[in-house]
């Protein structure tokens, strides 16, 4: 059987490179020649874009207005409905508030027009009062080189007031207190207080504050001690006295009407004199001093009558 012939040898691979033969000893060698680049293709011109505005952020207010949304969105439908009940609960008492102070204001204006249809209708007038020549009792001033001056003095005192009002009748309350001081150039000497008894004072009538204040042992400047005994011999002695109480008053006849709680009130009688000797049967002559009348510490604006009237 005759031989096979030797199969050929493979193609060389495309990818694989022939290596160059080593050069031989009679040719010098030469560089080798560099490829020359492919040609690249100039790009194609591309239109501009299109000039677009710059997006601007939203406004502060919707953005915390979308933050908002967003919350509640993720907190579920249960907190939006709490959410609701708070705010209900807000616009309830807020009304509520608002009516109430809608009937205040209602009741002070009614409140307010009542009292200045009474006073028109029944146009009140403030009582007068009058303070008699007081009466020492007892006035005694020691006066020795060992021991400084000192006075005992007891007065009486009466204050005389008259309502001049026809259907305004004055109730004036328990725990008034009366004080006397004797008037002098270096100054007032207290001479005691005494309790002043609540009374009735009815329309068109005369009443009368009657209270005895006592003092003893004042100690008093030599000078003061002097001017004293001389002026209780002379009987020209100065006297000041002051009442505090509360009042109230009844406005309309017979046992209705409208009635005005009690109020603090203060009689101030300055310049009271001393009673002269020689009184029948214990009636005070002499001129009588005017007093001032102060509610709340303010002077009484009422007008108030210009002289005692007897019925």
């Known amino acids: 059987m005759a031989d096979k012939p030797p199969p050929p040898p493979p193609p060389p691979h495309p990818s694989t490179k022939p290596k160059p033969k080593p050069p031989t000893s ?40 979308q ?3 967003n919350q509640s969105t993720a907190g579920g439908g249960r907190k939006r409905r709490h959410r609701g009940h708070h705010g209900g609960g807000g616009c309830s008492g807020r009304r509520v508030c608002c009516l109430a102070t809608g009937f205040l204001l209602l009741a002070l204006c009614l409140a307010l027009a009542a ?6 209708y029944y146009h009140p007038r403030a009582p007068s009062f009058h303070l008699q020549p007081l ?3 007892r006035f005694h001033v020691s006066n020795t080189s060992s021991t400084p001056s000192a006075m005992d003095v007891t007065v009486s005192v009466r204050v005389v007031t008259w309502n001049p009002n026809d259907r305004v009748t004055f109730q004036y309350g328990d725990g008034g207190e009366g004080r006397v001081a004797l008037s002098d150039a270096d100054g007032d000497v207290a001479l005691g207080w005494a309790p002043v008894a609540g009374f009735r004072h009815g329309a068109r009538s005369v009443a009368t504050v009657a209270f005895v204040a006592a003092a003893k042992g004042v100690v008093v400047d030599d000078a003061v001690a002097a001017r004293a005994r001389d ?50 049967g214990g009636t005070v002559v002499g001129p009588m001093s005017k007093c001032q009348v102060y509610l709340f510490r303010v002077r009484w604006l009422m007008p108030v009558a210009s002289k005692l009237q007897l019925p």
Do not use: N
């Open 26 to 65: 009679a040719a010098p060698p030469t560089a080798p020649a560099r490829p020359t680049p492919p040609l690249k293709k100039p790009p194609l011109a591309q239109p501009p874009p299109p000039m677009s505005r710059p997006l601007k952020p939203p406004p502060a207010h919707q953005f915390r207005q």
């Open 135 to 137: 009466t020492p009792t």
């Open 67 to 69: 933050q908002q949304q």
């Open 231 to 280: 002026g209780y011999r002379r009987r020209r002695l100065a006297f000041k006295v002051v009442v505090d109480t509360h009042v109230g008053a009844r406005i309309g006849g017979g046992g209705g009407g409208m009635r005005v709680g009690m109020v603090p009130v203060r009689v101030l009688c300055d310049g009271g004199g001393m009673a002269p000797r020689g009184g029948v």
């Open 115 to 120: 009292a200045c249809l009474a006073y028109l």
